[in-house]
């Protein structure tokens, strides 16, 4: 069983900066990859960031140039560094955990609150 652990988000203000974390301790499975998304009130969830085993990254539209993600292996934990927020990065942001085969597990998610 994987299950991931968001935590760190909570208020920043416009132009200021976050940094949630999410760790999945103990697993016994491989982790391939490991994410974010997010849900805004009213909105679809989308993809924030994703990066994989070997640190290839990917990232959504929205937060490109802003958002950054990094990972510890052998922690099995991410990082998500936000910069430049904006008053719509506010939303619950989702950790994930891709184990090869098996499937994608979710974290219980992290309000993000951004002040204008």
């Known amino acids: 069983q994987v299950q991931p652990g968001e935590a760190g988000g909570g208020l920043g203000q416009a132009g200021g900066a976050l940094r949630p974390a999410c760790a999945a301790p103990g697993s016994s499975f491989r982790i391939n990859v490991m994410g974010w998304s997010r849900q805004a009130p009213g909105k679809q969830r989308e993809l924030v960031a994703t990066?994989?085993?070997?640190?290839?990254?990917n990232y959504g539209d929205s937060v490109k140039g802003r958002f950054t993600i990094s990972s510890d292996n052998a922690k099995n934990t991410v990082f998500l560094h936000m910069n430049s927020l904006k008053p719509e990065d506010t939303a619950v942001y989702y950790c994930?955990?891709?184990?090869?085969?098996?499937?994608?597990?979710w974290g219980q998610g992290t309000q993000v609150t951004v002040s204008s």
């Open positions: 994930t955990a891709e184990v090869s085969v098996v499937g994608v597990y």
């Open positions: 990066i994989t085993r070997a640190g290839s990254t």
